[in-house]
C-alpha cells in the first residue's frame, strides 16, 4: 500500500473531517480517485502509518461512520489498486 | 543582399507566415525585420522546423533576422497557420482560492487543482501568481509542495513580489522566483494559451 485515502459521503463531510485532522496527523487534499467513484469529490489523502490515529479521531468526531470510507491504494494509473479497508 | 521582409506591427502569426511564404518559394537566405519578442521566438522555432540556421540581432527595438539555409531537412509539421503562437501555455492564479463562494470549498479546489496538475503529463510553460494567488507559494503547505514537484519538472514559478510585499509574507516564500509585471506579462505573451484560475 503506498498511501491511504479517505472518501466521503458528501462535501460537507469532507471538508469537517479536516478540521478535526488538521493539526493531529499530516494529510493531503486530492480529488476522489476515478478508480474509486465516477463522481466529483473531496477526498484525504495520508500515509499508512497514521491509518489507526486517523480511524481514532474520525471515530471520536461528530462523523457518523457510514459518512466516510477508507481505501488503500497501490501504483499509478492505469495499474492503481484501490482497496476498501473494513 | 538577400530579401528583407518587413513584418512590423504584424501581429501573429502573420510574420510567421510571410517568412513560411519565402521559404516555400525556394528563397535561401532572406530576413525578416519584427519588433516584438513573441514573433521572434516563433521565428526561431519555424527556422528551427524549416532547416534554416537564423541570427538575430537588434537596434531601437527593431529584430532582424538573417535565414539562411543550412541543408537539414525540414522537420514535417502542421501548417503554419494552424498552429497557435507561443508556445505551451501559462496559469494565472490570481486568488488563494477557486471561484467566488465558500472559502473552505475554494481551497479545497485550490490544492486539489496543483494536486492534480503536479500529476499530469501534460504541464504548464509557466504558472503566474498574483494578488491573493501569492499566498499559496508562500504559507499553503500542500500548494507548496505540488508547486516543488512542478518546478522540479521544469515548471517556471513566477510570484508577484508587489503582492508578496503589499501581504507582509515575502520572507514565506517557499518556491518560485520573485517576479515582477514585466516577466508575468513577457510569460502570457510567450504562452499559446494563458489559464486564468
Known amino acids: ?86 | 543582399m538577400s530579401r528583407i521582409i518587413d513584418a512590423k506591427g504584424q501581429a501573429c502569426p502573420k510574420p510567421v507566415l510571410m517568412a513560411k511564404e519565402a521559404i516555400t518559394a525556394g528563397e535561401n537566405a532572406f530576413t525578416v525585420l519584427v519588433d516584438n519578442t513573441t514573433a521572434v521566438g516563433n521565428l526561431q522555432r519555424l527556422a528551427g522546423n524549416q532547416g534554416f540556421d537564423v541570427s538575430v540581432s537588434e537596434a531601437d527595438g527593431v529584430y532582424s533576422l538573417a535565414f539562411s539555409r543550412n541543408g537539414e531537412a525540414p522537420v514535417p509539421q502542421a501548417p503554419v497557420a494552424a498552429a497557435p503562437c507561443g508556445a505551451g501555455y501559462a496559469v494565472f492564479v490570481g486568488r488563494d482560492i477557486i471561484g467566488s463562494g465558500d472559502r473552505e470549498l475554494g481551497t479545497n479546489l485550490m490544492r486539489m487543482f496543483f494536486y492534480t496538475l503536479a500529476q499530469s503529463d501534460d504541464l504548464p510553460a509557466s504558472i503566474l501568481f498574483m494578488n491573493a494567488g501569492v499566498k499559496l507559494p508562500a504559507g499553503d503547505e500542500q500548494v507548496e509542495e505540488h508547486l516543488k514537484v512542478l518546478a522540479d519538472k521544469g515548471v517556471e514559478i513566477h510570484v508577484c513580489g508587489t503582492c508578496l510585499n503589499f501581504y507582509g509574507i515575502t520572507d514565506k516564500l517557499a518556491v518560485g522566483t520573485v517576479s515582477n509585471m514585466y516577466d508575468i506579462v513577457s510569460k502570457m505573451q510567450e504562452a499559446a494559451k494563458v489559464i486564468t484560475v
Open chain 1, 1 to 86: 500500500m503506498d498511501y491511504c485515502v479517505i472518501t466521503f459521503a458528501s462535501t460537507n463531510g469532507a471538508i469537517q473531517a479536516q478540521r478535526y485532522l488538521k493539526g493531529e496527523v499530516p494529510f493531503q487534499i486530492m480529488p476522489v480517485l476515478r478508480e474509486i467513484s465516477k463522481g466529483c469529490g473531496i477526498s484525504v489523502r495520508f500515509d499508512p502509518p497514521a491509518l489507526e490515529q486517523v480511524r481514532n479521531i474520525l471515530a471520536d468526531s461528530d462523523l457518523a461512520p457510514e459518512e466516510y470510507a477508507f481505501y488503500g491504494i497501490t501504483g499509478h494509473s492505469p495499474n492503481l489498486r484501490a482497496e476498501p479497508l473494513s
